[in-house]
């Protein structure tokens, strides 16, 4: 399965709003990474395994499950997730890339794709269909949660 949307971080059209810089963004989506219990209510144990030039390692727990993340970065770009797959997780991908059309107009796309087969069973559809939502309010609270951390100027 595959899902891709959008999230304007900054109205050009709304001057009068706080606008976010590209570093601010960057820094708020490898913050996302690195502390993941800041972003995701769920979350019992979370820790960075390994760093490297590219990016971290993390393992995550929530309750029994347990989600190996490969994480890389490209400097004021894109965070890129490997999950990797387990007995409990069938793994995915998730990209997050900043956009800017025009300067000072950001967004990011968030683009997910899992080896769930789309079309196969009608009750596997409702339940993507039902992630796809989740995962748009949680990069939604995302942001949010980013423009808080940059107001009260924690990021840059």
Known sequence: MKFE??????DLLH?????????????????????PMEFVEHIDEAAVTHRHEQGIHRRIVMG???????I??????SVHYDTQPSEMHLGGQLWMKIEEPQ???LFVR?????????GADP????YLSYLKSAWQEADIDTIKLIRQ??????LG
């Open 5 to 10: 949307h959008l999230v304007q971080i900054n």
């Open 110 to 118: 968030f683009s997910y794709e899992t080896p769930h087969p789309v």
């Open 64 to 70: 029994k499950l347990e989600v190996i993340d490969h």
């Open 103 to 105: 300067e000072g107009a």
């Open 15 to 35: 001057p009068g709003a706080n606008l976010l810089t590209r570093n601010q963004l960057w820094q708020g989506l490898v913050y996302r990474a690195e502390s």
């Open 123 to 126: 009750e596997l559809d409702k």
């Open 149 to 154: 951390l940059a107001d009260e100027g924690k």
């Open 72 to 77: 890389y970065y490209q400097h004021e770009l």
